[in-house]
């Protein structure tokens, strides 16, 4: 096994419907100033390279990435942005640090959402503009599509969607990010089957995860980012699997090869739940559907964090350090979508060691 | 803080090429009513709109096997809502339709009800020009 890679710092801003007065930049500087407090360094001489994760139209601006480097310490340092969500972007920090390119790499990823005037026609904007955009079609009504062919094909069922949105409340209660535990359930249809219950809100937020080589972790008690795999199905409306989660399948497989882990050893899992129908359906995927369900989002997940965009892997990776520090459990698992219409999908084992 | 808030926007506009592929559907659909897919014989897999490779193993293909007009309901979903979250009068049923001869699904308007597995038809315009509002919906069979 090559030298092992540590998370060494963690550090989050916003988590809140609305974070009014300040803007992107000033919620990435206080995560990102947490972060390096909490990994003991200067960012200026000690973080070799800088990894973000956005997209244009959600932050508003053309060429994006070239906004982030002052908030992070990152002015004239290596710096680059991955379009995608924030998981992605720590399966690059993983290959800076693996291929020696760098021993310690900040990834950041935030949420903005409050700003987006039109949330609708951005998420309409990734749907094909051929064959699916002159329809009119809301991108939501994918999630509708999607979860009645998965209910169909598993032989799940609407109430246990249910009950896993009111899990996720229940247990958002004892986590401070959480902003949502008390939105009161809501049966009200959105997509049929799926319910306004049952969907993620958007919220602000930022998070900022230092990872450093297993040399600069100076014999401190370390999590350990064992495995990371990422993947897509095919994306097409036409052509994907619209009863199985794919692509985090295929992460899965290559996360817990290259950390040799299984199913059997993971202790807490934070997987997606934009919708409570992809929690299941991502448990599936990783061969974790008969994991107690109290180990399975104990930080509410996004239903009871908010929905944070691209930052969304990143807050499960934040919520799943906090676990194997806090001793609860020794292995766990993040996995990352990154929302409709997409299919693609990461995942990460983390360890800590005892 | 008295300036909380500025507002932009992006007028901006695009062109899409369909390609090859859907442009062969899109005639065949404009000129014979028919649904026109490709087909890989390797794969056994058949496409639907046509396209020129197959995605699984790389292969070139051609416009070459027609499908539908009848087709099976694999999901669907209501729309109460439209793209800036206004409220819909009637609400408007999406739907997956897998036609008959396709491995694929088009999404399109259900017209009518139909549940997973329902037998449903294509409903073209009499009038159409090349895309895929020249298909109406799928109603029940
Ligand atoms: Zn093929």
């Known amino acids: 096994m090559s030298p092992r890679i540590g998370v060494t710092g963690v550090g989050w801003s916003g988590f809140t419907p609305t974070t009014a007065g300040r803007s992107y930049k000033e919620l990435m500087f206080e995560a990102a100033s947490a972060a390096y407090l909490d990994a003991g360094l200067d960012p200026r001489t000690d973080v070799d390279s800088f990894v973000c994760a956005s997209e244009d139209l959600?932050?508003?601006?053309?060429?994006?990435?070239?906004?982030?480097?002052?908030?992070?310490?990152?002015?004239?340092?290596?710096?680059?942005?991955?379009?995608?969500?924030?998981?992605?972007?720590?399966?690059?920090a993983l290959m800076l640090i693996r291929s020696g390119a760098a021993n310690v790499v900040a990834v950041e990823a935030h949420s903005k959402a409050s700003d987006i005037l039109t949330p609708g026609r951005v998420d309409a904007f990734a749907l094909d503009p051929v064959l699916n955009r002159p329809l009119g079609v809301p991108a939501l009504a994918l999630a509708g599509l999607e979860m009645r062919r998965y209910l169909h094909a598993s032989g799940r069922t609407v109430e246990q969607c249910a009950d896993v949105a009111t899990r996720n409340r229940d247990q958002a209660r004892s986590n401070r990010r959480a902003s949502f535990a008390d939105v009161d359930g809501d049966d009200a249809p959105l997509f049929d089957p799926l319910t306004?219950?049952?969907?993620?809100?958007?919220?602000?937020?930022?998070?900022?995860?230092?990872?450093?080589?297993?040399?600069?972790?100076?014999?401190?008690?370390?999590?350990?980012?064992?495995?990371?795999g990422w993947s897509q199905d095919a994306p097409s409306v036409e052509s994907r699997d619209w009863s199985r989660a794919v692509a985090a399948e295929r992460a899965a497989a290559t996360a817990f090869a290259q950390a040799d882990v299984g199913p059997a050893d993971i202790d807490t899992a934070e997987v997606d739940d934009t919708f409570a129908y992809k929690q299941l359906q991502h448990l599936d995927a990783l061969g974790l559907a008969e994991l107690d369900p109290a180990s399975v989002n104990r930080s509410g997940g996004a239903i009871g964090e908010g929905y944070l965009h691209e930052a969304n892997g990143l807050a499960r990776t934040l919520a799943a350090v906090e676990q194997l520090r806090a001793g609860d459990g020794r292995a766990a698992v993040v996995q990352s979508w990154r929302g409709v219409p997409s299919t693609s999908a990461a995942v990460a084992v983390l360890r800590m060691d005892r | 803080m008295t300036v909380r808030r500025i507002e932009g926007e992006l007028p901006v506009a695009f062109r899409y090429t369909p390609g090859v592929g859907n442009t062969a559907f899109f005639e065949a659909l404009r000129?014979?009513?028919?649904?026109?897919?490709?087909?890989?014989?390797?794969?056994?897999?058949?496409y639907l709109p046509a396209r020129i490779f197959c995605e699984r193993c790389l292969a070139g293909l051609v416009p070459d096997t027609e499908c539908g007009p009848e087709g099976t309901v694999e999901s669907w979903t209501v729309a109460r809502q439209d793209v800036d979250g206004r409220p819909l009068d009637p609400p408007v049923t999406f739907a997956l339709v897998r036609l008959d001869g396709a491995d694929t699904v088009l999404l399109h308007r259900l017209l009518g009800t139909a549940d997973i597995?329902?037998?449903?038809?294509?409903?073209?315009?009499?009038?159409?020009?090349?895309?895929?509002?020249?298909?109406q919906g799928f109603e029940p069979v």
Not at chain 1, 68 to 78: E, F, I, K, S, T
Not at chain 2, 31 to 46: E, H, I, K, N
């Open chain 1, 58 to 92: 959600e932050e508003g601006t053309s060429i994006f990435d070239e906004y982030v480097p002052d908030q992070l310490g990152a002015v004239q340092r290596p710096v680059q942005t991955v379009a995608s969500d924030g998981l992605f972007a720590v399966a690059t």
């Open chain 1, 196 to 228: 306004t219950h049952q969907a993620a809100r958007s919220a602000d937020g930022c998070v900022v995860i230092v990872l450093a080589s297993e040399d600069r972790t100076d014999g401190r008690p370390t999590v350990w980012m064992d495995g990371i």
């Open chain 2, 31 to 46: 000129d014979r009513g028919t649904f026109l897919g490709s087909r890989c014989a390797d794969c056994g897999v058949t």
């Open chain 2, 117 to 135: 597995g329902g037998r449903v038809r294509a409903v073209l315009r009499p009038e159409r020009t090349a895309s895929i509002l020249d298909l």
